[in-house]
Each structure stands twice: as C-alpha cells, then as structure tokens.
C-alpha cells in the first residue's frame, strides 16, 4: 500500500514561487505514475499535472503550462511540483495521488486510487 504526505504549502504574494513535495512510502514507487490535484472551495478537483512511473513523460492542464514543473527523485521517492509566477487563482488545496502501471496522459482523479491529505497554498497580496 502506497502513502502520500504533501508538504510545502503556504501563503505567497502574486508572481512568487512554491515548491510543493509529495514524499511516498511502500513498495515499487518508480511504477506508480503520480499527479497532483488541487480543490479552491466551492470547486470541483482540478488535474494539475502528472508524470509517468517508468518513463519521465510529464503532462500539464493548460493553466499551468510554462509556469509549473514537475519531477521526481527516485532515490528520495518523491515527487516535486514547483510552481512559479503564481496567481490568485491558483490558490487551493493541492493533493498528490499515485496509480500503478497508469500509462496514459491522465488527470482525471477517478483513474488514482491512492491520495494524499493535501497542503493547502493561498496566493494573495
């Protein structure tokens, strides 16, 4: 069994930058393909990106693209998202969730079945 813990979140002004961490612990994390999620209120759960297990394919929603960065540390079995120039519209809770052997492009969350408890980021001046 998988276990995800994010960390990393916080408080920023516009235009600064966060670097999200999803640390996972159990057997064959470089098979899991892992991918964040995040949730504002009163919204439904919004795929953020994504990146393969085996192979470093990376997938983004076109709201992101050019301003986040995800990868992965096999030693460390974690996974980064590191976000840049952000809005207040990108202030959410932010999941990681994992699937084994998940091959497709994919961020719709039904396809994860394990999650983190998420980490909340608020972006405001």
């Known amino acids: 069994q998988l276990q995800l813990v994010e960390s990393g979140g916080g408080l920023v002004q516009p235009g600064e930058s966060l670097r999200l961490s999803c640390a996972a612990s159990?057997?064959?994390?470089?098979?899991?393909?892992i991918a964040w999620f995040r949730q504002a209120p009163g919204k439904d759960r919004e795929g953020v990106s994504q990146i393969l297990g085996t192979v470093r394919i990376t997938h983004y929603a076109d709201s992101v693209k050019g301003r986040f960065t995800i990868s992965r540390d096999r030693a460390k079995n974690t996974v980064y998202l590191q976000m840049n120039s952000l809005t207040p519209e990108d202030s959410a809770v932010y999941y990681c969730a994992a699937e084994k052997y998940l091959t497709a492009n994919s961020l719709d969350p039904r396809r994860y079945g394990h999650w983190g408890q998420g980490t909340q980021v608020t972006v405001s001046s």
């Open positions: 159990g057997r064959d994390f470089d098979f899991y393909t």
